[in-house]
């Protein structure tokens, strides 16, 4: 079974520009998760899909955020326009049920 | 407000050395905890978790934690060290009755390296 996979691993754009992350939860899980890691901080919580819809986006910075799960399947998280301080880590999970979370590798964005 | 404390930022230990990584949370209810490691270049894996049952719970790499209510700890422990061992550590904690809400809440994590 292949696990979370994140596209891509690594983007370094300008402050202003637009960035896309996607990521491929298992095969199968109906949840998905997006946490962010800012460097020096703790990971935080972003938001979470329950098949296409949004079941909690509390997390969600602002509205330069935008997050999409068309189908239910792979998962998008678009940051427009990126600010220096949206850099970071962003991690994505899946879960079958509501127990356990699967992540995979992360995207590093760094904004300069 | 729910939080997670790891008190110990970076650890170094002798391999072959017991280890003890330190996590202590804040929450209203009984929660669902759990520990992840990320060795370097990697993702997040799951090491082990506890919902319910035995306080005592084995995870995967010979790593063992302890629930202990009246603490509010959730300490992750190994007996001895292998230089492979040499991550950063988070521990998370997850609503327990909250449905389908299982947004985790995470420590700051440990950086772990071990010395040959």
């Known amino acids: 079974e292949a696990g979370v996979t994140q596209f891509p691993s690594h983007s370094v754009i300008e402050k202003g520009q637009t960035v896309t992350l996607r990521c491929d939860p298992i095969s199968g899980h109906d949840n998905l998760y997006w946490y962010r890691r800012v460097m020096g901080k703790e990971i935080k919580f972003l938001l979470h899909f329950v098949k296409e819809s949004k079941q909690d986006e509390s997390g969600m910075p602002n509205n330069r955020f935008l997050a999409e799960r068309t189908g239910g399947t792979y998962s998008t998280l678009k940051v427009q326009p990126a600010e220096l301080e949206d850099s970071g880590v962003y991690f994505c999970a899946s879960s079958r049920g509501a127990e356990t979370q699967y992540f995979g590798p992360g995207t590093r964005l760094l904004v300069l | 407000a729910q939080s997670v404390t790891q008190p110990d930022i970076h650890i170094t230990v002798s391999e072959g050395a017991s280890l003890e990584l330190r996590c202590n949370y804040s929450?209203?209810?009984?929660?669902?905890l759990f520990w992840y490691v990320q060795s370097p270049g990697q993702g997040l894996q799951l090491l082990l978790k506890y919902f319910s049952g035995d306080t005592l719970v084995q995870g995967i790499k010979g790593f063992e934690a302890e629930f202990k209510r009246s603490q509010s700890s959730f300490n992750l422990r190994k007996p001895s060290v292998h230089w492979s061992d040499a991550a950063e550590y988070f521990c998370a904690v997850a609503p327990g009755n909250a449905g389908n809400n299982r947004k985790l809440i995470w420590g700051l994590g440990t950086s772990l390296a071990v010395n040959p």
């Open positions: 929450y209203g209810a009984t929660p669902y």
